[in-house]
């Protein structure tokens, strides 16, 4: 009828958009498919055959993607400190380390930790103990007293840069016996351990004092390795989330 407009009732649709007056309706938003063998985080190469490097580093939540031991020179300067030995070792195990998987493509944009751990006792630098009466030696030096355990991670990010850290904790040793050492050593647990000993393990009923980071003297200060991941971007976090929502499932 004429002078009546013709209302729309609020359900309808609207009639054709015009070009260039009404936008047309969004589709849903949906997630970007990965690529295949894509991942959520960049991957990590553990240089070391450690088993002990690498169960503190599950322990946090972290899964290396490849284990890429190397073989260096562990013999000592006259004159180096611990500091420098640590230093110098993991930074070799590095190198080596990413000499072999710079040849590997899918871990060649990875970041790369590497560790190496002395204990001193004063000036004398005590390394891996690999005969019996090296252990022998180094635990009846390191009985009812202080000695100091070294460890220096490097790191290597997916671009190229190096960070490292040092970490230095205090440790003494009750006056054990001879009967003790010699049951320790008939274990077997001190092979192959700095300083000849494993706290971790029976070893553990040595210790009276420690002052500092327990993990360092196991091989890996944890809270340092995963500061230096997570300050270079690793997502360290986004393990923990990924791992509490499979444990809640």
């Known amino acids: 009828m004429l002078g009546l407009k013709r209302s729309t009732p ?4 609207p009639a054709l958009a015009v070009p260039g007056k009404t936008k047309a309706p969004k589709r849903p938003t949906r997630r970007r498919a990965q ?62 380390a990413l000499k072999i998987v710079k040849n590997e ?26 005969l019996e009466n090296e252990a022998a030696d180094m635990l009846r030096l390191l009985r009812g007293r202080a000695h100091r355990v070294y460890t220096a991670v490097t790191m290597v990010t997916p671009e190229g840069r190096w960070r490292e850290r040092v970490v230095e904790t205090r440790v ?12 320790y050593l008939a274990s077997g647990e001190w092979r192959g351990k700095a300083g ?38 690793y997502p360290v976090a986004m393990l923990w989330l990924a791992k509490a929502e499979v444990e809640t499932e």
């Open 105 to 130: 493509p899918e871990l060649a944009k990875s970041f790369l930790l590497a560790a190496d751990t002395v204990v001193a006792v004063g000036r004398r630098v005590l390394g891996k103990a690999e």
């Open 172 to 183: 003494r040793f009750r006056n054990i016996s001879d009967q003790e050492i010699g049951a």
């Open 35 to 96: 690529k295949p063998g894509s991942s959520f985080r960049p991957k990590l190469v553990l240089a070391s055959a450690s088993p002990r490097r690498l169960q503190l580093l599950e322990q946090a939540g972290i899964a290396p993607d490849a284990l890429r031991p190397s073989s260096v020179d562990e013999s000592v300067s006259k004159g180096e400190v611990p500091r420098q030995i640590v230093r110098r070792l993991a930074k070799a195990k590095a190198e080596a």
């Open 10 to 13: 609020a359900s309808a649709e």
């Open 196 to 233: 000849g000993y494993a706290i971790q393990g029976i070893a553990g009923a040595f210790v009276v004092k420690l002052v500092g980071s327990y993990t360092n003297v196991v091989g890996l200060p944890l809270t340092e390795t995963v500061d230096l991941l997570a300050g270079e971007g």
